[in-house]
């Protein structure tokens, strides 16, 4: 298959991004030989390597967020980006953030960076899958912001800048009965601000 073909089929595709395994399948190459290949489509600019085992056509990076969801298994959209994707919150951050059972780590999905933060088992719930990427209920993604906040490691948030009327108040009680009493305390504090300005 030549790479005219293979674009052509990757097209006819439509995938956000393409696996190792995807690849491998529509050219019949073993691994050592579908390695060099790739590497000299890269060269070429004929594919964009977004992160390890996963390809993009160029002018389709608007597929990073499903790569990066897919890099990190279990992950789901979360915390600040969440709250920003869904309105909730105003300054978008300029990184993806996803909550997972692994380790921290960040990872680079093409030209952006997404950063896993991880959540203990438990804690790993109030998540949907929505245009194919598992994301966070509002409440959940305010809630795993908060618990981040609150142990030092989402400094930079503000919950007066949250836009509560887009939150279920009873979902949101009833999810930070989950969490560490910290967290349910915080949050209760940051509902009663909010009946007082009413």
């Known amino acids: 298959m030549n790479t005219l073909q293979l674009v052509r089929r990757l ?18 190459l073993g691994p050592k030989p579908m390695q060099i290949r790739l590497n000299r489509l890269v060269k070429a600019q004929v ?13 389709r990076i608007a597929g990073a967020e499903s790569a990066a969801n897919n890099a990190v298994y279990p992950s789901y959209i979360s915390f600040q980006y969440a ?4 309105g909730i919150i105003s300054e978008v951050p300029y990184i993806m953030e996803f909550a997972t059972t692994k380790s921290t780590r960040k990872r680079k999905i093409g030209s952006v960076e997404a950063v ?19 994301a966070a209920e509002p409440e959940k993604a305010f809630l795993d912001t ?15 800048k949250v ?30 601000k909010q009946a007082e300005i009413r």
Do not use: C, H, W
């Open 116 to 134: 896993y933060r991880k959540l203990k088992k438990e804690l790993f719930f109030g998540y949907s899958i929505k245009n194919g990427l598992f």
């Open 11 to 28: 097209e006819s595709i439509n995938k956000d991004y393409y696996s190792l395994q995807d690849l491998k399948k529509i050219t019949g």
């Open 47 to 59: 594919l964009v390597r977004l992160s390890r085992g996963m390809y993009v056509l160029p002018g």
């Open 163 to 192: 836009d509560f009327k887009k939150l279920d108040k009873k979902k949101l009680v009833k999810y930070a009965g989950k969490f560490p009493a910290k967290v349910k305390t915080a949050v209760m504090l940051e509902l009663k």
């Open 83 to 86: 709250l920003a994707k869904l």
């Open 146 to 160: 908060m618990y981040m906040k609150l142990y030092g490691k989402e400094a930079g948030f503000d919950p007066a």
